[in-house]
């Protein structure tokens, strides 16, 4: 009897192939990108590099969410496999095998078909391993080396980890196999879904947690707040995606019966709507599943891509100069001392120096223009508000414009907030009069400004004499004045990054001639930049990988989707031929249904990012993502490709479900 089940075994995948075949595709690409991950992220030239240690980490990270999501593909696919094939199964079972000698074949079956999954997977990966990991060096922006990346460690990990998974789906078989007997295993197939109950309460239920969650991803106001309350509302979001899909679409189309207007009893309408009612609990999760995955794609491939075409814009902003140079107790006749000194004794050729002074406060509210700052005593806080202020004269300096203010005359540039009145301003005690309203941000590339980063909302401010106003204010409220110089070399960028050191031991030794509690700081902004391209390179490449996961999960779900459908709707649409439907009607009822079924949980993906979009772009102006227009641009430029690659799916899934309906 062993023998013959090892033979049904054999003779069953090469029967059932057409079952088979997406999940061997889905398997070997899972293995495949599974063994990528794993070895970039055990990967030992990846400590080498720039950003080494922030790529490791998220890395890491995604180790886990696409070992988490490759599993949860593997045993959806499984599922949908041993669902169609109940009905063979229970025929089994009349013939004279018992629930041991079927348990027996499937785990045969499984054996057979995760080995050569394996093989064809670990090959794949093997093969692209080393294309990807220099693929990461591009888009980190270092040198793309082929260097050879098999690691026995890797090949042992993934091997042992998809083991473990095809060992838990034998236990999830052979349960499905318990509980049922040959009578049901025959019916299973073909039998319609349980009517969920309760639907007006999950109806309720679902628009409750969907309207929390979209209010909760719409009223943070800070980048600290939005990553917190981040993976809540995503959390309030699924729930009621869920709920929507299980109980309100069903109420909707019920709605639509009784609606005289729809004319439901119309041969279309009504089958389109009678089907999907028929088995909408399974319609809903597939459909939920599909709309949660799309998003997850939008999300992941919008962030990634954001990060890394506003890394340019972050460097500019965070090392604005080649060389940069602050401190603490210094002025700056100081700063101006420690960057002539280091250009003569390093011999360098400056195109550009710059010292600046500027004032940092942070705002504590704003009720109309009145803005009131933290008291000096206030211990360390991030406001929603903070002003930067300069003199004209800086000003002048970085733009080489000139606003002839008076002593009591402000020009402003805004950001994140709008000042209800045009005119005045009063910071503290000190009211202002607002003569220019500056439409571009004069800071960006003169001046380092990483608050932009933690802080929603900004105001540049422009002053004749900064001391007259703030000095005053120095003693009572957090009112910080600061200096910060800057040059500019004309200097290629690999050599620029070789006076890391020097200048390190320049500041070193010139703060030993310093009192105590006084220092400088600064930087080659060439390392630092590429320590950034690193890490946003990283991130982005991640991303990527991410995005192709999820939208692995999501072809598969919509594939079998429709093959199941297509399959349970062949046998009903005979049925309705036969009692006079002709084929035109035919066809507009199965188009109208795929519409439905397809793009309902697009419009819902669309609908959860517009409602993300404002805590995502908080989230990513703590990662850099500082222009506001190019973010905007990116992220529909990603919805532009989704959607594009949704329909493609849509056209050859849609052409499988006719040719079965068709049969």
């Not at 005289?260 to 609990?281: A, E, G």
């Not at 999760?285 to 998003?295: K, N, Y």
């Not at 902004?525 to 991410?546: A, P, V």
């Not at 199941?564 to 036969?578: M, T």
């Amino acid at each position: 009897m062993i023998r013959l089940t090892g033979k049904l075994a054999l003779s069953n995948l090469v029967k059932n192939r057409k079952l088979y075949y997406p999940f061997a595709l889905a398997t070997c690409l899972a293995v495949a990108i599974s063994y990528i991950f794993f070895s970039l992220t055990f990967n030992p030239h990846l400590a080498e590099m720039a950003g080494a240690s922030a790529v490791s980490m998220v890395l890491a990270l995604g180790l886990i969410i696409v070992s988490i999501t490759t599993s949860i593909i593997v045993f959806y696919a499984n599922s949908f496999v041993i669902k169609n094939r109940s009905k063979e199964l229970g025929l089994y079972s009349m013939l004279g095998l018992n629930r041991f000698h079927l348990f027996i074949m499937m785990i045969i079956e499984l054996i057979v078909f995760g080995l050569v999954t394996l093989i064809i997977g670990l090959g794949l990966g093997l093969l692209f391993d080393q294309l990807i990991y220099a693929l990461l060096l591009k888009i980190m922006d270092l040198k793309v080396v082929l260097t050879s990346t098999f690691q026995p460690l890797v090949l042992f990990l993934v091997t042992f980890f998809y083991g473990f998974v095809f060992f838990f789906l034998m236990i999830k078989n052979g349960l499905y196999l318990r509980k049922l007997d040959a009578l049901q295993l025959v019916k299973e197939k073909n039998s319609g879904e349980k009517k969920s109950r309760f639907l007006g309460l999950q109806t309720i239920l679902g628009l409750a947690s969907l309207i929390y969650g979209y209010y909760l991803a719409s009223g943070v106001t800070s980048p600290i707040a939005a990553i917190l309350v981040f993976f809540v509302a995503v959390l309030f979001v699924i729930l009621g995606t869920y709920l929507l899909f299980n109980a309100g679409i069903t109420k909707f189309l019920h709605f639509l019966q009784k609606r005289k207007t729809y004319y439901y009893y119309q041969p279309n309408n009504m089958i389109s709507v009678s089907n999907l009612i028929f088995r909408m609990k399974k319609n809903a999760v597939g459909l939920a599943t599909i709309t949660i995955l799309s998003t997850m794609v939008l999300v992941t491939l919008s962030g990634g891509a954001n990060i890394y075409a506003g890394g340019e814009y972050m460097q500019n902003a965070m090392f604005p100069h080649d060389i940069s140079l602050q401190g603490k107790g210094v002025n700056g006749q100081q700063i101006d001392q420690v960057l002539t000194e280091f250009a003569q004794e390093q011999n360098l050729s400056v195109t550009k120096k710059a010292v600046y002074q500027y004032y940092t406060m942070g705002v504590k509210s704003l009720n109309d223009n009145q803005l009131d700052l933290y008291p000096s005593t206030q211990k360390a806080v991030a406001p929603n508000i903070y002003i930067l202020a300069v003199s004209e004269a800086v000003y002048q300096d970085m733009t080489g414009k000139s606003l002839n203010l008076e002593e009591n005359e402000v020009a402003i540039f805004q950001q994140g907030l709008k000042l209800k009145d045009q005119e005045t301003m009063t910071i503290a005690d000190q009211t202002l009069k607002i003569k220019k309203v500056l439409k571009e941000d004069f800071i960006y590339g003169h001046l380092p400004d990483q608050m932009n980063m933690i802080v929603p909302g900004k105001i540049y401010m422009v002053v004749k004499d900064p001391s007259k106003i703030f000095a005053g204010l120095m003693g009572k409220y957090a009112v910080n004045s600061n200096y910060y110089g800057g040059l500019n070399l004309d200097l290629p960028k690999d050599q620029q990054s070789k006076l890391r050191d020097a200048y390190q031991e320049k500041l070193s030794a010139y703060n030993t001639t310093l009192p105590e509690n006084h220092a400088v700081y600064g930087s080659v902004s060439t390392s630092d930049k590429q320590e950034i391209k690193g890490m946003l390179g990283g991130m982005f490449f991640i991303g990527i990988f991410l995005s192709v996961v999820f939208m692995l999960g999501t072809v598969l779900i919509i594939y079998y989707k429709q093959i199941s459908e297509g399959y349970e709707d062949r046998d009903r649409f005979v049925i309705l031929q036969k009692v006079g439907l002709d084929e035109k009607q035919i066809k507009q009822t199965i188009r109208r249904q795929i519409l439905i079924v397809f793009f309902l949980p697009l419009a819902f993906a669309f609908i959860h990012l517009a409602f993300a979009y404002h805590m995502l772009s908080l989230i990513l102006s703590a990662l850099g993502v500082l222009n506001a227009s190019l973010m905007l641009a990116v992220t529909l430029g990603v919805c532009a490709i989704f959607f594009i690659s949704y329909i493609i799916v849509f056209a050859i899934t849609s052409r499988s479900y006719r040719k079965i309906i068709s049969m």
